[in-house]
C-alpha cells in the first residue's frame, strides 16, 4: 500500500500567515494527489484535487503544488475561517485510496 | 443541491452487527462510484470500501475484509454497508462519499455528515 506523511503534524500561526503543509508518498503517485479541509465535528471538505487543481467555490488563497511523491498545500494569507485540519489523500490506481495523519493549523 | 444522509449507526456489543445507509440526492447517484471512510474518534481519516457506479467493482481495506459488506440500491438511490463482527477498533464516525473519476484525477467530491458507530460492551 501507498503510505503517505504529512508535515507538519500541527502548527500555530496568526492571521495573515503564509502557511505551508508537505505530504509525502512512499511512491511516486503521479499528481493523484488531493487536499481535504476538515473542522471539529463536520465532514472532510475537498480543497484541491488533481495536485493543483482547485475545487469550485475554494478561495483562491489555497493552492496545491507537486507531483511524484512531493507535495504542498499553501494558504497564502492565513485567515479566521481556515483554522481546521487538512488531510492529503492518494488515489492513484486501483484502492486502496490512503490519506496522511493530517495537519492541524491552530491559533498562534 | 447534493446530499447524502447516513443512518443506522449506533452503539453495538463487540462481536455485533450493524447496517449502515447513506441516501443520496441532487446527483445522478448511478453514474458515481460510492465510497465509505471512517474516523476513529480523535483520529484521522480511513478509507473502508468503494463500490463502483454499477456495482461490478468492490473494494475493501484489509482491515474490513472478510467482515463488511458494501453493497448499493440505484433505484432507490441508496448505499449500505453491512458490518459483521464488530470490534472496539471499528468504533468511528463513517462517512458515505461520491468519488469523482476522471482521466487526470480521482478524488472524494462530497461527502456526507457521518453516522457515528460506538462498539462497547
Known amino acids: 500500500d501507498i503510505q503517505m506523511t504529512q508535515s507538519p503534524s500541527s502548527l500555530s500561526a496568526s492571521v495573515g500567515d503564509r502557511v505551508t503543509i508537505t505530504c509525502r508518498a512512499s511512491q511516486s503517485i503521479s499528481t493523484y494527489l488531493n487536499w481535504y479541509q476538515q473542522k471539529p465535528g463536520k465532514a472532510p471538505k475537498l480543497l484541491i484535487y488533481a495536485a493543483s487543481s482547485l475545487q469550485s467555490g475554494v478561495p483562491s488563497r489555497f493552492s496545491g503544488s507537486g507531483s511524484g511523491t512531493d507535495f504542498t498545500l499553501t494558504i497564502s494569507s492565513l485567515q479566521p475561517d481556515d483554522f481546521a485540519t487538512y488531510y492529503c489523500q492518494q488515489s492513484y490506481s486501483t484502492p486502496p485510496w490512503t490519506f496522511g495523519q493530517g495537519t492541524k493549523v491552530e491559533i498562534q | 443541491e447534493v446530499q447524502l444522509v447516513e443512518s443506522g449507526g449506533g452503539l453495538v456489543k463487540p462481536g455485533g452487527s450493524l447496517r449502515l445507509s447513506c441516501a443520496a440526492s441532487?446527483?445522478?447517484?448511478?453514474?458515481?462510484?460510492m465510497t465509505w471512510v471512517r474516523q476513529a474518534p480523535g483520529k484521522g481519516l480511513e478509507w473502508v470500501s468503494s463500490?463502483?457506479?454499477?456495482?461490478?467493482?468492490?473494494y475493501y481495506a484489509d482491515s474490513v475484509k472478510g467482515r463488511f459488506t458494501i453493497s448499493r440500491d440505484n433505484a432507490k438511490h441508496s448505499l449500505y454497508l453491512r458490518m459483521n463482527s464488530l470490534g472496539a477498533a471499528d468504533t468511528a464516525v463513517y462517512y458515505c462519499?461520491?468519488?469523482?473519476?476522471?482521466?487526470?484525477?480521482?478524488?472524494?467530491?462530497?461527502w456526507g455528515q457521518g453516522a457515528l458507530v460506538t462498539v462497547s460492551s
Open positions: 441532487g446527483f445522478t447517484f448511478s453514474s458515481y462510484t
Open positions: 463500490i463502483s457506479a454499477g456495482g461490478t467493482y468492490i
Open positions: 462519499a461520491g468519488l469523482y473519476s476522471g482521466n487526470y484525477s480521482v478524488h472524494f467530491d462530497f
